[in-house]
C-alpha cells in the first residue's frame, strides 16, 4: 500500500493505492473507494478506467511539482515534506501526531491501536534509504491511530500514529 498526500492551492489530498490484482489499483480517497485500471499510452500518459469511465491523463513531475491533466483540465499538487509543510504554517501538528520526513517501507510494527506507551518507546521500524529505523513515541500516552501496516510503503509527509 503506498500512501500520498499532495496539495493543490492549499487543499490537502490524501489518497491511498493498494495492488488489488494484476493492472487494478483501489483508490481510497475522502472515504471512497474507486477501482482503477490503467494503460500506459506513452511517456507520462495514460488511459484510466474509474469505475466504468475512461479518462485520459497526462502526469508531469519537476521538483515535488506534479502537474495533472485529466481530459483537458489542468491541476497542479505539490508534494511536500513536512518540514517544508510545518515551516509554510498551512499544516500544523500537536506533538502527539507522528510523521515520517522521508518514504519508506514499514518493516514492522511493534505495537497496536488501543495501547499504551512511554516516551522514546519504539512504536514501528521503518527502512528508509537501506537504514532501519525505530520510529518512537514522542511522549506517554495511548495510541489512538495507528495507520500504516508492516509491508506498506510511505510517502514522505504521512501519518504513522497518533499519541493522546
Do not use: H
Not at 495533472?68 to 513536512?82: A, D, H, M, Q
Not at 534509504?129 to 495511548?142: E, F, H, L, V, Y
Request: hydrophobic share 35%; charged share 30%; proline share 3%.
Amino acid at each position: 500500500m503506498i500512501n500520498l498526500t499532495l496539495w493543490n492551492n492549499g487543499q490537502k489530498y490524501q489518497l491511498s493505492l493498494e495492488e488489488e490484482r494484476e493492472g487494478f489499483l483501489k483508490v481510497a480517497y475522502n472515504g471512497r473507494e474507486y477501482r482503477v485500471k490503467g494503460e500506459k499510452i506513452r511517456e507520462n500518459e495514460w488511459l484510466l478506467w474509474i469505475d466504468g469511465r475512461i479518462y485520459d491523463v497526462i502526469v508531469l513531475f519537476d521538483r515535488g511539482k506534479y502537474t495533472v491533466y485529466l481530459n483537458g483540465l489542468c491541476r497542479e499538487f505539490k508534494k511536500e515534506t513536512s518540514p517544508r509543510l510545518l515551516e509554510s504554517g498551512r499544516f500544523s501538528t500537536s506533538k502527539k501526531d507522528v510523521i515520517t520526513s522521508m518514504p519508506g517501507k514499514i518493516v514492522k510494527v511493534l505495537i497496536k491501536e488501543g495501547d499504551l506507551v512511554n516516551e522514546g518507546q519504539p512504536v514501528l521500524i521503518l527502512e528508509a534509504m537501506k537504514m532501519q529505523n525505530a520510529i518512537k513515541s514522542p511522549k506517554k500516552g495511548k495510541i489512538i491511530r495507528l495507520d500504516p501496516q508492516a509491508g506498506d510503503s510511505v510517502e514522505a509527509g504521512s501519518l504513522l500514529f497518533s499519541v493522546e
